[in-house]
């Protein structure tokens, strides 16, 4: 039933038609009047243009709470819901800015370490906080290649790369939830060229190396730099170490590295003995940590870096153990299991590392010969 509806009209309406009659409203298209046993209601309907050909029915409200203007105010922004294919019916969900798509992702990346979750914060606080309020579909291509182009001047070429990193993960993860368009920082920043780091320490300064390291008067920190520089092991690990993770046989037990994997590591005869003598020395200690501090909040030794008589860094180490590793003729992937990298060739995955301690010990050995034959007598 169509009629020409005013608000006197649609207030006999109850005493003029039983429940469950719907009145349609000549003026407003889809706008009509359902009579119920208690109530009258307006309702829009219309046909959605999203490719489903769908019909869809909206609540707008009681007439004795919404007037027929309302009701006709609101039918129209619904009739034009539609036409644009949006469902009225469907709660819309913000998108989130790019600081509470940081705390999502973390919430949900509970593997990660403290030192991963630290450097996104720092990125995040530092080079990206002019974004940080932006919801992340206003994220787009002028405004990131700007950004990294001033934080290349600023910062230098590899924390303005870092940055954007970080930028384009956070906007991905954004995007498993959300209707974004293609990533701005893929489509609108050209990264700058980074040059791989000639960090490992050479054989002519390997000698060198080694005097440092041998008078160095800090007996844990000496073992310490001794278990990274012959394991390849990093930092945080290396200094986080417990008597716990050491196995009967030699083998190490690493908890939880950089990957977010737990892995186990055996460690050269030299580590081995120097660490007999590190558990003489901090016996009395009664330290669950193989390199104990009673100053440090953390229990165990920090602040491993360059200082004027050692200048090397903690994971120059690594860099130096991977290259003497490839000089001692140990093959790719069995560094790449010592160090816990990452391989994605898929026959990598049917290795069963367990069944290979033997012969990861025996590289391990060898890799340790290389290293001492530069430390002479």
């Known amino acids: 039933m169509t009629t020409k509806l005013t608000q006197v009209v649609v207030g006999k309406l109850a005493e003029q038609h039983d429940a469950g009659t719907q009145i349609y409203d000549k003026d407003a298209k889809g706008l009509r009047l359902v009579v119920g046993k208690r109530s009258i209601s307006y309702k829009h309907v219309g046909r959605i243009n999203d490719g489903t050909n769908r019909y869809v029915t909206v609540m707008i409200g009681r007439t004795d709470e919404v007037s027929l203007k309302s009701a006709r105010e609101r039918s129209a922004e619904l009739r034009l819901a539609l036409r644009r294919g949006e469902d009225p019916r469907v709660k819309k969900v913000s998108v989130p800015t790019l600081e509470q798509a ?16 630290d450097s996104y914060r720092r990125k995040m606080n530092g080079p990206l906080r002019s974004l940080l309020k932006l919801p992340a579909d206003r994220i787009d291509r002028e405004v990131v290649r700007s950004l990294h182009e001033r934080l290349t001047k600023k910062s230098g070429p590899y924390a303005a790369n870092g940055a954007m990193r970080v930028l384009k993960l956070l906007l991905n993860d954004v995007a498993r939830t959300h209707d974004l368009g293609p990533n701005p920082v893929s489509r609108g920043v050209r990264m700058n060229k980074e040059k791989a780091r000639d960090w490992a320490v050479g054989p002519k300064e390997m000698a060198e190396l080694w005097r440092r390291l041998d008078e160095m008067d ?26 716990e993770h050491l196995e009967d046989d030699g083998v190490l037990f690493v908890p939880r590295a950089k990957s977010g994997r737990s892995f186990h590591l055996p460690l050269p005869r030299l580590v081995l003995q120097e660490l007999s003598r590190v558990k003489d020395l901090t016996r009395p200690l009664e330290s669950p940590f193989m390199f104990p501090s009673s100053t440090s909040k953390s229990g165990h030794i920090e602040q491993m870096s360059r200082i004027r008589s050692w200048p090397y860094a903690p994971h120059q180490m690594r860099h130096t153990y991977r290259t003497h590793a490839m000089e001692a003729g140990v093959d790719f992937q069995s560094v790449t299991m010592l160090m816990d990298h990452a391989n994605t060739h898929v026959s990598f995955n049917y290795v069963t590392r367990a069944h290979l301690t033997g012969h990861l010990r025996e590289c391990q050995e060898r890799i340790c010969d290389r290293l001492l034959s530069y430390r002479g007598t």
């Not at 509970?110 to 979750?117: I, Y």
């Not at 000496?222 to 278990?227: D, F, I, N, V, Y």
């Open 102 to 117: 940081m705390e999502r992702y973390l919430n949900g990346r509970k593997d990660l370490t403290p030192n991963t979750v």
């Open 218 to 243: 800090h007996p844990l920190r000496r073992a310490c730099w001794l278990l990274m520089l012959t394991t390849g092991l990093r930092s945080t690990n290396a200094r986080s170490v417990k008597w």
